[in-house]
Nanobody, 123 residues
Framework: QVQLVESGGDLVQPGGSLRLSCVAS????????MGWYRQAPGKQRDLVAS???????NYADSAKGRFTISRENAKNTVYLQMNSLKPEDTAVYYC?????????????????WGQGTQVTVSS
């Protein structure tokens, strides 16, 4: 079983910064892609940024130039550094990871989601 736990969400003023973290734990053999998504009230969940196992990154247009995704494989952790935050960045932010697990002789690769962390940008 795998758990993803996000942290770092907060209330911040426009122009401020936050760093989100997401740590995976469990019977992990390997973590492939990692990503951050966000969902504002009444809207669908959208990709913010993703990073492959080789650290290739991809960003939504709204995140380019302001957000940076990174990963620390030894800690099974993905980060999202968010700068120059705007009110429209307000949302619940979720991490997602593609993880290979092994329990006894069963090896499987699945996608896992965290529980979400609230980011509110307001003066």
């Amino acid at each position: 079983q795998v758990q993803l736990v996000e942290s770092g969400g907060d209330l911040v003023q426009p122009g401020g910064s936050l760093r989100l973290s997401c740590v995976a734990s469990g019977s992990i053999v390997n973590i492939w892609d990692m990503g951050w998504y966000r969902q504002a009230p009444g809207k669908q969940r959208d990709l913010v940024a993703s990073i492959t196992s080789r650290s290739y990154t991809n960003y939504a247009d709204s995140a380019k130039g302001r957000f940076t995704i990174s990963r620390e494989n030894a800690k099974n952790t993905v980060y999202l550094q968010m700068n120059s935050l705007k009110p429209e960045d307000t949302a619940v932010y979720y991490c997602k990871m593609t993880i290979t697990t092994k329990m006894l002789t069963l090896v499987r690769t699945s996608e896992y989601w965290g529980q979400g962390t609230q980011v509110t940008v307001s003066s």
